[in-house]
């Protein structure tokens, strides 16, 4: 497995993810560790040794023209976007998220939305996007907080450190962010990371207990087991020999 990733990801819940090894050369989730490498060369031979998995930054196309994957898996989950075709830059293609279309965009469809959360769809495109986030103890978009302007993100703060509403947590030049809430940090974004207007950049969890910030949450293992029931389904002897590419 090869993850793509952009070169300064802004995606604030870094303790779930591989986030770091894209800043910090390598991050480990649940036992497992990625690593950032920075040539294809390098990525061969990870991928054949089966360490860890390699992220790369390096050009999409580069990437697939260089791998011939038999599994591409697009979980960017850009929410209000409509993806670009990706059916026929591999034998199997899978979209994550609102506006993929079974059959059109990609091969495959695995529906994100809590209501039919990790549904395979073979005809037809998801859920479209619900708007509103599931609440944690009462608390629903509030948890989070938006970039208020583009710019370089700065922060001294830690996932899993413990805030009060009102202190300040982050800076973007010269806009103060502030955490909304009581809790936890459950992301933060990382510290001079180039950010966007609207970016989600902080999000507190208000039941206050610091390991809920790291691992593999309930809603990914649930889509991640769907993925892997659809390549089986689809790819059950090519996949367990050929390397697979996920953009996030």
Known sequence: MLIHDVAEPSFARRGMAFTNAMFDESATLDGVTGRRTADVFSIRRMLEQRREVPLAALGFMKLIDYLRPQVLIDARMNKRSVPERQAGLAPLTIGLGPNFVAGETTDLVVETAWE??????????????????????????????????????????????????GETVACIGTAVIRAPLDGCLRGITHAGASVKAGTKVVEIDPRGDPARSFGIAERPKMLALAVLAAVAGRHRQEAAVSPAVARI
């Not at 978009?141 to 413990?162: H, L, N, Q, S």
């Open 116 to 165: 039919a959360l990790g549904r395979i769809i073979e005809a037809g495109s998801s859920l479209p996007l619900s708007g509103e986030p599931r609440p944690i103890d009462g608390h629903g978009r509030e948890r989070y907080v938006y970039a208020p302007a583009d710019g370089r993100f700065e922060t001294g703060c830690v996932i899993g450190a413990k805030v009060s509403r």
